[in-house]
């Protein structure tokens, strides 16, 4: 019998430290329930971050040595005082919040990557206005935050810099983040800043907020908005996550293989430009389709000016036509059903015309 019992407990105690050497990861869906974040071009963010969120989590839960626990994995509403207790009661080894940027201009684009820290300085501390503002949404929160007013920039909550050695971790897991934005999935890097945003000052790991794009922006909004697009997100930061890992620990975890796509952006036309030439349809199915079905095309570019039509103003693309519209000319390449868009799509981005998308009057 005694021999029954220190068997199950050497077996208990090696199942004990298996788990303790799990590394331990609070993924962190921005906003949600009754606070949307950033609304614009048609996107939420609260359901684009949660969508990216549940992504990583999914890779990270395939590998044995992870331990995921997620802040929120529906839309509801968790108080910023909540999802910091959520991490610190979870002794997590890294804090991840994911989020979706906006801007007042539609100019702006890029992803960015937030650390704690104390600079206020121009549209870097509207971006932590706008992150911490969920606050004010919460009950009794001037009692629970100790008059902390996330539209001043002199408030003082005990907004302090980390010990050394949490904030440089910090700083090198956004940098590897921001790496794998610009090098693998071409965008735009607009860096990593520290920023006095509340739920990284409260939990006591390492932690980031990420912004993956500006939903302000026509283009990056369809980006993030897209099944591919959020993809590709979840595989860069689930990869940054265990190469994290991997440096802290010591460990050797094989990476998660990189499945970059290109999102296939289908946009619909007003009905006054539905109008096909079906004798100039390029790529047409062998059986008899409707016009409709042949009406798909890709748009390369928007200018004010007029150009010619020719090969030379187009990187060499021939076949362009020419919509005007209020403002403007718009620029389009192909004809045909939606598999032969595909490939002009591929081939008009080989040729330069990075935000080129694909239309269909439907």
Same mark, same amino acid.
């Given at each position: 019998?005694?021999?029954?019992?220190?068997?199950?407990?050497?077996?208990?105690?090696?199942?004990?430290?298996?788990?303790?050497?799990?590394?331990?990861?609070?993924?962190?869906?921005?906003?949600?329930?009754?606070?949307?974040?950033?609304?614009? !071009?048609?996107?939420?963010?609260?359901?684009?971050?949660?969508?990216?969120?549940?992504?990583?989590?999914?890779? *990270?839960?395939?590998?044995?040595?992870?331990?995921?626990?997620?802040?929120?994995?529906?839309?509801?509403?968790?108080? *910023?005082?909540?999802?910091?207790?959520?991490? =610190?009661?979870?002794?997590?080894?890294?804090?991840?919040?994911?989020?979706?940027?906006?801007?007042?201009?539609?100019?702006?684009?890029?992803?960015?990557?937030?650390?704690?820290? *104390?600079?206020?300085?121009?549209?870097?501390?509207?971006?932590?206005?706008?992150?911490?503002?969920?606050? &004010?949404?919460?009950? !009794?929160?001037?009692?629970?935050?100790?008059?902390?007013?996330?539209?001043?920039?002199?408030?003082?909550? #005990?907004?302090?810099?980390?010990?050394?050695?949490?904030?440089?971790?910090?700083? !090198?897991?956004? &940098?590897?983040?921001?790496?794998?934005?610009?090098?693998?999935?071409?965008?735009?890097?607009?860096?990593?800043?520290?920023?006095?945003?509340?739920?990284?000052?409260?939990?006591?790991?390492?932690?980031?907020?990420?912004?993956?794009?500006?939903?302000?922006?026509?283009?990056?909004?369809?980006?993030?908005? &897209?099944?591919?697009?959020?993809?590709?997100? &979840?595989?860069?930061?689930?990869?940054?996550?265990?190469?994290?890992?991997?440096?802290?620990?010591?460990? =050797?975890?094989?990476? !998660?293989?990189?499945?970059?796509?290109?999102?296939?952006?289908?946009?619909?036309?007003?009905?006054?430009?539905?109008?096909?030439?079906?004798?100039?349809?390029?790529?047409?199915?062998?059986?008899?389709?409707?016009?409709?079905?042949?009406?798909?095309?890709?748009?390369?570019?928007?200018?004010?000016?007029?150009?010619?039509?020719?090969?030379? =103003?187009?990187?060499?693309?021939? =076949?362009?036509?020419?919509?005007?519209?209020?403002? #403007?000319?718009?620029?389009?390449?192909?004809?045909?059903? *939606?598999?032969?868009?595909?490939?002009?799509?591929?081939?008009?981005?080989?040729?330069?015309?990075?935000?080129?998308?694909?239309?269909?009057?439907?």
């Amino acid at each position: 019998m005694k021999k029954v019992l220190v068997i199950i407990f050497v077996c208990l105690s090696f199942f004990s430290v298996a788990q303790e050497k799990k590394f331990k990861v609070i993924l962190d869906a921005g906003h949600g329930g009754k606070d949307p974040g950033a609304a614009k !071009n048609g996107c939420i963010e609260k359901h684009i971050a949660l969508d990216v969120v549940l992504k990583i989590g999914k890779i *990270l839960e395939s590998y044995p040595d992870f331990n995921v626990k997620y802040t929120r994995s529906t839309d509801v509403f968790i108080p *910023l005082r909540d999802r910091a207790k959520i991490a =610190n009661d979870f002794e997590a080894d890294l804090f991840v919040s994911v989020h979706c940027n906006s801007s007042v201009s539609p100019k702006p684009y890029g992803a960015m990557t937030l650390v704690m820290g *104390l600079s206020r300085a121009g549209m870097n501390f509207e971006i932590a206005k706008a992150e911490n503002a969920v606050i &004010s949404l919460e009950d !009794n929160f001037k009692e629970k935050y100790e008059g902390f007013d996330p539209n001043n920039p002199n408030t003082q909550i #005990g907004l302090r810099i980390m010990q050394e050695e949490t904030l440089m971790q910090s700083i !090198n897991f956004a &940098s590897t983040v921001q790496s794998y934005f610009k090098n693998s999935l071409q965008r735009k890097d607009l860096g990593m800043h520290q920023q006095p945003l509340w739920v990284l000052d409260a939990t006591v790991m390492p932690g980031v907020l990420i912004e993956l794009g500006f939903l302000s922006n026509l283009e990056e909004s369809k980006y993030m908005k &897209s099944e591919e697009g959020k993809s590709n997100y &979840s595989q860069i930061i689930a990869r940054s996550i265990i190469e994290y890992k991997n440096n802290v620990r010591g460990t =050797n975890t094989p990476p !998660n293989v990189l499945q970059i796509k290109e999102p296939v952006i289908v946009e619909e036309l007003p009905v006054m430009e539905t109008v096909v030439d079906t004798s100039k349809v390029v790529d047409a199915a062998p059986e008899p389709l409707t016009p409709a079905e042949l009406a798909y095309k890709v748009q390369i570019s928007f200018s004010t000016k007029k150009l010619d039509l020719t090969p030379e =103003n187009f990187n060499g693309l021939a =076949n362009v036509t020419m919509i005007e519209v209020s403002g #403007g000319y718009k620029y389009f390449y192909g004809l045909g059903t *939606l598999e032969a868009c595909k490939k002009f799509l591929a081939e008009a981005k080989q040729k330069g015309f990075a935000s080129a998308f694909i239309v269909t009057p439907n």
